[in-house]
Nanobody, 121 residues
Framework: QVQLVESGGGLVQAGGSLRLSCAAS????????MGWYRQAPGKQRELVAV???????NYADSVKGRFTISGDTAKNTVYLQMNSLEPEDTAVYYC???????????????WGQGTQVTVSS
């Protein structure tokens, strides 16, 4: 069994900062990539940022220059530092991991339960 546990969401004023964390635990053999997605009310889930096992990060255009993704491979943890937050960033943020479980021959996607980020104007 694999679990992704997120933390760090909350309410912040526009221009403020938040840091999200996501820790993966369980029978994990290797992690290919971890990332963050978000879903606002009435909208589809969208990619925010992703980081590969090699440390390469990719970002949605809407967050470039404001958000930074980083990882701690020893802890199987990914972080999302969000600065200069805007009301448009309000959404439920979901952690995602593409990984291989111990004893498995294929990769699987796992999702966290989601954490609410609300940015007030």
């Amino acid at each position: 069994q694999v679990q992704l546990v997120e933390s760090g969401g909350g309410l912040v004023q526009a221009g403020g900062s938040l840091r999200l964390s996501c820790a993966a635990s369980g029978s994990i053999f290797s992690i290919n990539r971890m990332g963050w997605y978000r879903q606002a009310p009435g909208k589809q889930r969208e990619l925010v940022a992703v980081i590969t096992s090699g440390g390469s990060g990719n970002y949605a255009d809407s967050v470039k220059g404001r958000f930074t993704i980083s990882g701690d491979t020893a802890k199987n943890t990914v972080y999302l530092q969000m600065n200069s937050l805007e009301p448009e960033d309000t959404a439920v943020y979901y952690c995602n991991a593409n990984l291989r479980r111990t004893g498995s021959n294929y990769n699987t996607n796992y999702w966290g339960q989601g954490t609410q980020v609300t940015v007030s104007s």
